[in-house]
Structure formats: C-alpha cells, structure tokens
C-alpha cells in the first residue's frame, strides 16, 4: 500500500512563490511514477507534472517556465517548485502515484492519491 501526503500549500499574492512536497511510503514507490494534478473550482482534474522513474520530466505548457518538478528518488519525495503564480493556478494540488514506469495524463490511470493541498492566489 503507498502513502501519500501533501504539503506547502498556502495563500499568496500574484507573482508570489510556494513549494509542494508529497512524501511518499510503501514498497515500490521508487519504481512508479509520481506526478502533480490539480483541481480548481468548477474545473476537471488536470495534470501538473510529472517525474517518470527514469528521470524525465513533464510540466504542462500552461505552468512552463514557472513550475520546476523534480523527485528525491532517496526519500520517494515529489517537489514542486512554484514560482510567479497566477489567480488562475488557485486549486487544490494533489499527488498521485501510477503503478508503472511511465507517466500519464489521464488521472483515472494513477492508483494513490494524496488528500491534496490547497493553493490560493489573490490579485
């Protein structure tokens, strides 16, 4: 069974920054991929970022440029770095673990998820 817990979150102003964590447990975790996904009001569930478990990374183009995801493979700690957030980045962050080497953005793929972290930017 894989744990997952969510933290960082927080109220900030436009332009502001904030960093994600998802500490992770259970057997395998090391092996699967990790990713991002959020929610906002009214909105689907969309993917964020992902770390599949050879390394390579994927940022959706909406937070590029912005958004640095990266993995503590040691710790099976996934990380998000926000920077220069958005009114439109306010959602409810999660994390969740896909039981495979390979990342997706479907969420319904992804077999653990965490109870989310709530992220709030004001203008």
């Known amino acids: 069974q894989v744990q997952l817990v969510e933290s960082g979150g927080g109220s900030v102003q436009t332009g502001g920054s904030l960093r994600l964590s998802c500490a992770s447990s259970?057997?395998?975790?090391?092996?699967?991929?990790m990713a991002w996904f959020r929610q906002g009001p009214g909105s689907e569930r969309e993917g964020v970022g992902a770390v599949f478990t050879g390394g390579h990374k994927y940022l959706a183009n909406s937070v590029k440029g912005r958004f640095t995801i990266s993995r503590d493979s040691a710790r099976q700690t996934l990380y998000l770095q926000m920077n220069d957030l958005k009114p439109e980045d306010t959602a409810m962050y999660y994390c969740?673990?896909?039981?495979?080497?390979?990342?997706?953005?479907?969420?319904?793929?992804?077999?653990?998820w965490g109870q989310g972290t709530q992220v709030t930017v004001s203008s």
């Open positions: 259970g057997y395998g975790v090391d092996t699967y991929c």
């Open positions: 969740a673990v896909r039981k495979n080497t390979l990342c997706a953005s479907d969420p319904t793929l992804y077999s653990y």
